[in-house]
């Protein structure tokens, strides 16, 4: 491609919205360009990223027997209501009517295609076992898109779908994802880990994520250095300290004013904050009927712990939660600052086991000023639901081996979800076994985003000049510049630019009348592996100048070498990539 007639120009500074990196590199390189919120456009040189990333995605998933299909993206809103999603899901799903009045869905996941494609082509367990996949656009309207492509609204997700006869079956295609995942990223140049994660809306038993660790990740992970247990903030869990071995004490009430935090209540009463009960207000969205209903939530953790979020709305089995007015919790019988479980009446009151197993806590007395001494889970009240519901933090114990969790962020690049029959029960998605009897397709689903992915590449794989792209996924292998010089300079690089396309390799021509310095510089932002540049000083020392995007220096070569240099050049960075490759260790236990 010839730049002067590449559709995209490079921009010397990026829009002041640009908040991270690989945003900026994406907008000034001439990648992409923003049509709204979370709504990009991809100009032709991402396209030929993105197609080298589905590729790769496309070749993994073959290589374990996945046969590609494409599925629609605007959905009929009748299968989404035989799961009961379309219930769940909230507002980011894309919902409208079509022209007769049907409610319809933008597809923001397709296992419900997938479900009514298996109840309808699904017959036998000859059939099965069977893997599909697409790459299909979808849309979630996200409140909060930022960073690029990092987090978007309308974006393309690689979705690959497994169905079995059973359990076992369900685990070898999870395995089998699990290490076609770690290939596809090792191909990327892309170091992520898995951790075990929340499965979310989308239901079934395991599921877990694939974490590219970058301090603009939204995402804190918990990690044991020591033994390697790692997962998701959202559904990490830590040796939690008993409490002391003590007989129930009567209760007292004491006079507290002005203390309406943990950190004061234990400076005020001089105790540790392990002896306090944590009151947490919020109002959760919960189907009844098909219709979803607030109640208000009551949560008590300890007061050396924060109330996790995901594990309190698992627990409850929550659309949404949010958290409590001020009203509404005087509405129930409890007062802010000085709340506890004690009397309250219609909520629904979630306590940690933590709690459970902590005798003799402070907690509040639903009284302006006062807490109450010695309060004790199950002879003072009780719960409608008692599990664990604190938040893993730096520091706490492992749960494997009780050395200290370290914290960090990371972005998701990929998920994969051992759903079970959580659909095929839904749709009666069956099949008739060896004895003839009906049996439920048991399957898996797993995801990547394929512009995320490519953000976290940028994210990853850049310098103070600009990008530096894998040779696996750069839109173009060599970046050609010709430094106008005479009429047989411009011959020589015409020449040579037509014998790199003749070669099978992949060239951007910058044949622009700018100057050099402007030319090097656009080279370095877009970031292609490889440089080669024509002009007189070059040629006059015997070739043409090639260097790595990276290397400090660059290097002469013949001009009827041209090609074998490059070739070889090629081979040893694709080489490199591919030494990345690795059998990964899978396993099935509280995390990765």
């Keep these: 491609m010839r730049m002067t007639k590449l559709f995209s120009q490079t921009l010397r500074e990026a829009p002041a919205n640009a908040d991270v990196v690989s945003h900026q590199l994406l907008l000034r390189a001439g990648y992409i360009r923003q049509l709204g919120t979370g709504i990009f456009s991809y100009l032709p040189l991402a396209r030929r990223s993105l197609s080298k990333v589905e590729n790769i995605m496309r070749q993994e998933i073959n290589a374990i027997d996945g046969q590609e299909i494409t599925m629609p993206v605007v959905q009929p809103a009748d299968i989404w209501m035989e799961t009961k999603r379309w219930y769940q899901i909230g507002s980011e799903m894309g919902r409208f009517q079509d022209k007769n009045g049907h409610d319809m869905a933008l597809a923001m996941t397709h296992e419900e295609v997938v479900g009514d494609l298996v109840r309808k082509e699904i017959r036998s367990y000859r059939q099965l076992p069977a893997l599909i996949y697409h790459l299909q656009t979808k849309w979630r309207d996200d409140p909060r898109p930022r960073a690029g492509l990092i987090r978007v609204r309308e974006f393309t997700m690689l979705d690959s779908y497994s169905l079995d006869t059973d359990w076992d079956g ?21 170091p992520v880990i898995a951790v075990k994660s929340d499965v979310g809306m989308m239901g079934g038993k395991l599921a877990h994520e694939f974490m590219y660790l970058t301090p603009i990740g939204e995402d804190t992970l918990m990690i044991c250095d020591h033994c390697g247990y790692t997962a998701n903030r959202q559904v990490a869990v830590f040796r939690k300290q008993r409490g002391p071995d003590e007989s129930p004490l009567p209760i007292q009430k004491v006079p507290t004013p002005g203390v309406t935090t943990i950190d004061d209540l234990a400076a005020f009463l001089n105790i540790p904050t392990a002896k306090t009960a944590k009151a947490v207000f919020a109002v959760a969205s ?63 009151i979630v306590v940690d086991d933590a709690v459970a197993q902590s005798p003799n806590l ?53 998920n994969i979800f051992q759903l079970g029959t959580r659909y095929s029960d839904a749709m009666g998605c069956t099949f008739l076994d060896a004895q003839g009897q009906k049996q439920p397709v048991i399957m898996g689903s797993y995801g990547i985003g394929v512009g995320r992915l490519l953000a976290c590449i940028a994210e990853e794989h850049h310098d103070e000049m600009g990008l530096c792209w894998p040779i696996t996924v750069a839109p173009y292998q060599v970046h050609l510049i010709l430094l106008r010089g005479d009429d047989q300079t411009a011959q020589i690089a015409n020449r040579v630019y037509g014998d790199l ?29 490889l440089r080669l540049t024509v002009g007189d000083r070059a040629l006059k020392r015997g070739g043409l ?16 070498e041209t090609v074998s240099h490059l070739k070889a050049q090629i081979d040893l960075l694709h080489a490199e990539i591919a030494s990345h490759l690795q059998t990964v260790t899978y396993e099935t236990g509280s995390g990765a």
């Design 170 to 190: 369900l685990d070898a295609q999870y395995r089998a994802h699990y290490q076609a995942y770690f290939n596809i990223y090792n191909r990327c140049n892309l």
């Design 286 to 348: 919960v189907m009844q009927a098909d219709v979803p209903v607030d109640k208000f939530v009551f949560a008590v953790v300890r007061g050396d712990m924060e109330v996790n979020e995901t594990k309190l709305s698992n627990a409850i089995k929550a659309r949404d939660l949010r958290p409590a007015q001020e009203d509404e919790i005087r509405a129930i019988g409890a007062v802010p600052g000085y709340g506890s479980p004690l009397g309250v009446h219609d909520a629904i």
């Design 362 to 414: 402070v907690a509040g007395a639903n009284e302006t000023g006062y807490h109450l001494l010695n309060v004790n889970y199950g002879r003072d009240y009780g719960a409608d639901v008692v599990c664990d519901i604190a938040a893993a933090s730096e520091g706490d114990a492992c749960p494997r081996c009780s050395n200290p969790l370290r914290a960090t962020r990371g972005v998701e690049v990929g």
């Design 501 to 529: 396309q003749a070669a099978g390799i992949e060239v951007l021509y910058d044949d622009r009348e700018e100057r050099p310095g402007v030319k090097f510089m656009d080279a370095d932002l877009i970031g292609l592996p």
């Design 545 to 560: 100048e090639l260097k790595q995007r990276r290397a400090k220096d660059s290097a002469i070569v013949p001009l009827d």
